[in-house]
């Protein structure tokens, strides 16, 4: 059974930093891209950042490119986004979700429960 | 960036009732749509991708249609689980955007 676990989120003053972690089993975790997907209370889904399997390749959003850091560690079938200089329109709960095909095509057929991350002071 | 437009934004329903949600985009986007499912609480759930291929264990009553810049998802007979948002997405190209959501309610 493929499961997704995210943490790390928290409360943190805007421009602060703050880094997300995915914990995937039930798959062969490195042959499949990963993604972060957000979605800001009450509002609909963004999707934010790509990393490929061997992790050799991202890609971001506008909205994040420079601020925030995709990674993986393929050994410990983990997936991290490093946050940096928060805004508070950052203000979301941080989906990590599985690509549908190897080759990363964009789809997302598993996601994890969500981690929120509160950007206030 | 392709826009998207999905309409409506509200869909009110009866169990049984037949619903069509629409999005559109601002640019053509082959077939690369796919559309989801969002419960309260609950992560979204892929239902269909390449605009209208089943993901594995989705119910048939679903069914997607279109290409281009038209797509549309289809309940057939809606059941109480049904109800819900409703969010569609392109994956033509970066960046990757959902649609604004279309919430389906009881009526």
């Known amino acids: 059974e493929v499961q997704l676990v995210e943490s790390g989120g928290g409360v943190v003053q805007p421009g602060g930093s703050l880094r997300l972690s995915c914990a995937a089993s039930?798959?062969?975790?490195?042959?499949?891209?990963m993604h972060w997907v957000r979605q800001a209370p009450g509002k609909g889904l963004e999707w934010v950042s790509l990393?490929?399997?061997?992790?050799?390749?991202?890609y971001y959003a506008d909205s994040v490119k420079g601020r925030f850091t995709i990674s993986r560690d393929n050994s410990k079938n983990s997936l991290y986004l490093q946050m940096n200089s928060l805004r508070t329109e950052d203000t979301a709960l941080y989906y990590c979700?599985?690509?549908?095909?190897?080759?990363?095509?964009?789809?997302?057929?598993?996601w994890g429960q969500g981690t929120l991350v509160t950007v206030s002071s | 960036v392709i826009w998207m437009t999905q309409s409506p934004s509200l869909l009110s329903a009866s169990t049984g009732d037949r619903v069509t949600i629409s999005c559109r985009m601002s640019q053509g986007i082959s077939s690369y749509l796919a559309w989801y499912q969002q419960k309260p609480g609950k992560a979204p759930e892929l239902l269909i991708y390449?605009?209208?291929t089943l993901q594995s264990g989705v119910p048939s009553r679903f069914s997607g249609s279109g290409s281009g810049t038209d797509f549309t998802l289809t309940i057939s007979c809606l059941q109480s689980e049904d109800f819900a948002t409703y969010y569609c997405?392109?994956?033509?190209?970066?960046?990757?955007?959902f649609g604004q959501g279309t919430k389906v309610e009881i009526k």
């Open positions: 997405q392109q994956y033509y190209s970066f960046p990757w955007t």
């Open positions: 390449a605009a209208s």
């Open positions: 039930g798959f062969t975790f490195d042959d499949y891209a």
């Open positions: 990393i490929s399997g061997d992790g050799g390749s991202t």
């Open positions: 979700a599985k690509d549908r095909v190897v080759a990363a095509a964009g789809t997302f057929d598993y």
